[in-house]
Nanobody, 128 residues
């Protein structure tokens, strides 16, 4: 079955850390650009981090720059998002998605670029 699956969400205190994983099945994730997105009820889904197909380019939303790190696994099937210094405003459902149309060294935080596969999301809760 072809799918993307996010994992690693949970509940942490402010200032805590989480490591999210995006894993592909049925296809090789390393062949695509990958983006991480988040959404809270009543708001649009926003792009927070992306990595290009060749891994050479990463982009981050200003609000997470310096706190979040996106990287590719050596297994060619996973992309991780390491999140540190988490804040209450980081609470959301986090999604990963693949971009099958951008050039090898390019990635975008725009949801419109990601027309390939989307995962079902993993919940991140920040509670004191």
């Amino acid at each position: 079955q072809v799918q993307l699956v996010e994992s690693g969400g949970g509940s942490v205190h402010p200032g805590g850390s989480l490591k999210l994983s995006c894993a592909s099945s049925g296809f090789t994730l390393a062949l695509y650009g990958v983006g991480w997105f988040r959404q809270v009820p009543g708001k649009k889904r926003e792009g927070i981090a992306c990595i290009s197909k060749n891994g050479a380019t990463t982009e981050y939303l200003d609000a997470v720059e310096g706190r979040f790190t996106i990287s590719r696994g050596t297994d060619k099937r996973t992309v991780t998002l390491e999140m540190s210094d988490l804040r209450p405003e980081d609470a959301a459902v986090y999604f990963c998605a693949t971009d099958n149309s951008s050039p090898r060294g390019f990635c975008s935080l725009s949801t419109e670029r990601y027309q390939h596969y989307w995962g079902q999301g993993t919940q991140v809760t920040i509670s004191p």
